[in-house]
């Protein structure tokens, strides 16, 4: 139990497009969701915190035009990079917890590779 | 600000020896502490939780990890490593309603 998927695994775009990475929660109801970013040999960097049916909260310094994020269900939340560019490639990573205390287990997805040219 | 320090980047040991990462944490309060493992091409996976209770914590994979609050630690350990085990470690702290990671252990086993 407790699965998460993402889609897709990895995506090449050229700059200037966006692209949209999707999260869900296969097995369980996720009432909150997290999207992290992973440079390479580094920590995973929360970006920001999205609960079903409300507008996500971004941590400091994540632009939100620029990252868009949606948790319309509670099994699926998209993350869309708007007009990516070279510095926006990175290893997107979402994560969901169903619990009702916030301080609930998190059940990672496999991570998006982000490549733009 | 809570924090979380993980000495050390890599750690080489061989295959059947016995492990430990070490943790550190920095939080006012009671803590509550992860430790997950990522390996390439897969999610993370969470190993081991600390809420409260007992301070040695048994894990998947035969990992324990021991919370030491007045050193504020939370070790991992396995008594005898797989090659399967090496991967990617990471320590975290839950505060201010987000996990906090580390910057994670590069684990690599000899044969």
């Known amino acids: 139990g407790a699965v998460v998927s993402q889609h897709p695994s990895r995506v090449i775009c050229k700059s200037g497009t966006s692209v949209k990475i999707e999260c869900r929660s296969l097995?369980?109801?996720?009432?909150?969701m997290f999207w992290y970013r992973q440079f390479p040999k580094q920590s995973l960097m929360l970006m920001a915190t999205s609960n079903e049916g409300s507008k996500a909260t971004y941590e400091q310094g994540v632009e939100k035009d620029k990252f868009l994020i949606n948790h319309a269900s509670l099994t699926l939340s998209t993350l869309t990079v708007t007009s990516a560019h070279p510095e926006d490639s990175s290893f997107y990573i979402c994560s969901a917890s169903g619990g009702e205390a916030i301080q609930e287990t998190q059940y990672f997805g496999p991570g998006t590779r982000l490549l733009v040219l | 600000a809570q924090s979380v320090t993980q000495p050390d980047i890599h750690i080489t040991v061989s295959e059947g020896a016995s492990l430990e990462l070490r943790c550190n944490y920095s939080?006012?309060?009671?803590?509550?502490l992860f430790w997950y493992v990522q390996s390439p091409g897969q999610g993370l996976q969470l190993l081991l939780k600390y809420f409260s209770g007992d301070t040695l914590v048994q894990g998947i994979k035969g990992f324990e990890a021991e919370f030491k609050r007045s050193q504020s630690s939370f070790n991992l350990r396995k008594p005898s490593v797989h090659w399967s085990d090496a991967a990617e470690y990471f320590c975290a702290v839950w505060g201010d309603d987000k996990i906090i990671f580390g910057k994670g252990t590069r684990l690599h086993i000899l044969p």
């Open positions: 939080y006012g309060a009671t803590p509550y």
């Open positions: 097995d369980f109801q996720a009432t909150t």
